[in-house]
């Protein structure tokens, strides 16, 4: 495409292209009084998703937790040590499996579903679930498993689908099999 093609379709023609699009006279950081309040509500929008990812449906909240102790639990427990959780300083290895968006997982520990009581029975006592799992028994308490559980489901909370969380549809819940669009020719 030419240059001049270009300019048109973008509806300059005959600007200068080489020349920066002059500015209203504003000093760089100014906001216009038309823009400050969409900047304002859009820093209150990022600082609340910063502060919390979200507060977790029904089926996926842990009866009795804490999530605000169970980040603390987390933090003070090593945890971080082998996994990647947002929220927690330091939680940044990928020795297990990472963490973040818990709340939409399908599956604990590659077979149980992922439902608050299964895995606070996880978080007390692993071994009991996958022997010789490289995730040792941490010693929790039935409160701080709770708590840390109640944590983890905040995360990705937000992001969850309108189907039941984390259960994948069996083969006859999903309604009928929609016709191929593409048929082989004939
Ligand atoms: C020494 C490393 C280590 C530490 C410390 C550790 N984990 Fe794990 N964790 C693992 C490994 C490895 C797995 C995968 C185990 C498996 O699937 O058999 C795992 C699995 C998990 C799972 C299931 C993940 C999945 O994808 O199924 C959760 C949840 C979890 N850990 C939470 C925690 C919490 C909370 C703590 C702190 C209280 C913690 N872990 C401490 C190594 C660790």
Known sequence: MVLSDTASWHGRRGADLTQPVRQASRSPGEVSPREAPIRASVTLLALLLAAC????????????GDP??????????GCGACHVIPGVRGANSWAGPPLMEWARRGYLAGHLPNSPENLVAWLRDPQAIAPGSAMPNLGLTEKEARDAAAYLFTL???QLPPVPAGLPLGPKEAGPREEPRIRPRA
């Open 156 to 158: 990705g909370a937000d």
């Open 68 to 77: 605000e102790r169970g980040r603390a639990v987390a933090a003070s427990h």
């Open 53 to 64: 990812d979200g507060e977790p449906p029904a089926q996926l909240r842990v009866a009795g």
